[in-house]
């Protein structure tokens, strides 16, 4: 064994080195070719393995703060022979992700080995590869969640939303709980039509332990895997290889959450004329090949479950943080509500009549952006951005927080802030200071917020008119205020958020009750009427 660990060692340490040689020549070769044209501007590394000292977190921040450090709101870097490029702004991002979409749709081969080969999350919508399979997926996608679709997945929302009302009453001091229950409230009927458990949730369990891995594995530098893809033929009892026993049970987890849920849906007798997986299943019929169509609605669907509660669980958070923190948002967005609703829930008819609730949604979804950096995009071809040379196969990073964070676009950004949405409605008395309409000259956070081009988020019309439809119900019922401790203290939340692909408030306390006795009624006979 100790003679075949040393031949192992030894063949392993060549590769390795081979592997970087190449990366490196292709480097050279690609700046021999593009001779002439400039280099993107950025950090520069060592010779052969390029930039590797740690980056300061949050990246974002750091990113935002090269493009002041070198003046410039692209910039580019080399690690191990794989050029990254840093889209810093809306301008940039937009023309790269969008206008040349063509040529920069794809994802990498390089720092998704773990993830997509080891975990097993290959087919997976967002992480798929910029082919024939994708576009299937994508079709799919788009077919149940466009916007004319969507409104069928209304009365799935509505209910999904009592029920976290309800939740917030009895037990309020769980309020995150509650959050996840409600995303997974909508997100598993309208996709497979199926009823989840109020509690301990199988499919729900699937669901963010997924998520929960694939959060892992997308955090740059974790795995070597990653930046070096032929470790991983290593065997699992190789010294080292730890990475590879940790992929074979992670893929166990995954597989439950591509499975599990699709396995129950088919088990039924009949599926729901209004849920995502009725249509695609009725057009995978007749297909020349049935396996593969079938697997593409599993993928579908499982995109869909998996990556659909990331960003309404983590806006509602920050939603809930924000109403802690400045409670005068709070109150104004309930007179709005009052204003309308006059005693009654807001519903779907109030969508156009309630700005004040449009423009919460907006400012928490630029505020703390769920995905502060978007998942890496690839370059198909050589290209040239404003004479800076782009190789075939850089990874594209567009910076979602600074583009939300924009001070020329939102000013003061760092500020928690609705009314920068807003304006005085257009003939309105000039003293009612209540009368306001959504100012459509400030950039909607959705330009960024949900992806860019081919790889934009389909299900991000449903995800906001989720988000819409619970804070404008949780401001209609609820006063939210600061925690108070055994002392009489009150407890300060500290603001702070997680650091890592997806963004969310660590955890913290605050306060929830229903703003009156009347209001708790109105929400128990909403209950009873829903039934």
């Not at 773990?114 to 399979?133: K, Q």
């Not at 989840?196 to 998520?211: C, F, K, L, T």
């Not at 590879?244 to 849906?265: I, P, S, T």
């Not at 630029?366 to 950096?373: D, L, N, S």
Request: proline share 7%.
């Amino acid at each position: 064994m100790g003679s075949l660990t040393s031949t192992t060692c030894t063949a392993l340490c060549v590769g390795c080195l081979t592997y970087i040689l190449l990366r490196a020549y292709r480097m050279f070769a690609g700046t021999t070719a593009a001779r002439g044209l400039a280099k993107l501007p950025g950090p520069r590394g060592w010779p052969l393995v390029g930039y590797l000292r740690p980056i300061e977190k949050p990246v974002c921040v750091t990113y935002r703060q090269w493009s002041d450090d070198y003046n410039s709101d692209i910039l580019g870097m080399n690690m191990l022979g794989t050029n990254i490029v840093i889209a810093n702004t809306l301008k940039v991002a937009t023309e790269l992700l969008e206008t040349r979409s063509a040529i920069y749709s794809d994802r990498p081969n390089a720092g998704l080995t773990m993830l997509r080969e080891l975990v097993g999350f290959d087919w997976n919508l967002g992480l798929a590869r910029y082919d024939s399979y994708w576009r299937d997926l994508r079709k799919g996608a788009s077919q149940g969640f466009h916007p004319q679709a969507i409104v069928r997945y209304r009365p799935t929302e509505i209910k999904a939303t009592l029920k976290l009302l309800r939740n917030l009453i009895e037990m309020p001091e769980d309020f995150r709980r509650c959050i996840k229950y409600f995303a997974g409230q909508q997100i598993l009927p309208n996709t497979y039509g199926l009823e989840i458990q109020d509690s301990n949730d199988p499919y729900i369990a699937a669901a963010e332990r997924a998520v929960h891995i694939a959060v892992a594995c997308v955090v740059p530098g974790t795995f070597l895997v990653d930046l070096i893809p032929m470790l991983k033929y290593v065997p699992e009892w190789f010294p080292g290889a730890g990475f590879k026993r940790q992929g074979r049970e992670w893929r166990k987890d995954v597989d439950v959450a591509f499975n599990a849920a699709f396995d129950a849906m088919k088990a039924r007798d009949d599926i729901p004329s209004d849920c995502m997986a009725r249509p695609l299943l009725e057009k995978m019929l007749g297909h020349e090949d049935p396996a593969y169509a079938e697997n593409v609605v599993k993928a579908t669907l499982g995109s869909m479950y998996i990556g659909g509660a990331d960003t309404t669980t983590s806006t509602l958070e920050t939603f809930f943080l924000a109403m802690t923190l400045h409670p005068e948002v709070l109150q104004e967005a309930q007179h709005s509500v009052d204003r309308v609703c006059e005693g009654r829930l807001p519903d779907f008819s109030d969508y156009d009549a309630l700005p004040w609730i449009h423009a919460i949604v907006r400012e928490c979804l630029r505020w703390r952006p769920v995905g502060p950096m978007n998942l890496a995009h690839t370059s198909t071809k050589d290209d040239i951005y404003e004479g800076y040379y782009i190789p075939k196969g850089s990874l594209v990073l567009a910076n979602v927080w600074a583009i939300l964070h924009d001070p020329e676009a939102y000013a003061d950004p760092e500020a928690f802030n609705p009314r920068r949405f807003l304006r005085p409605r257009s003939g309105a008395d000039a003293a009612d200071a209540e009368d306001v309409e959504l100012d459509s000259t400030v950039r909607h956070p959705m330009v960024a917020a949900f992806g860019f081009g081919r790889r934009i988020c389909p299900g991000r019309h449903m995800a906001y008119e989720s988000l819409w439809i619970a804070v404008s119900s949780v401001v209609a019922a609820f006063d939210i205020t600061k925690a108070i401790d055994a002392n009489g203290a009150v407890i300060e939340p500290s603001g702070e958020y997680t650091d890592g692909f997806l963004s969310a408030p660590m955890p913290f306390r605050c306060c929830i009750r229903p703003r009156s006795p009347a209001h708790a009624a109105m929400v128990q006979a909403a209950l009873e009427q829903e039934g």
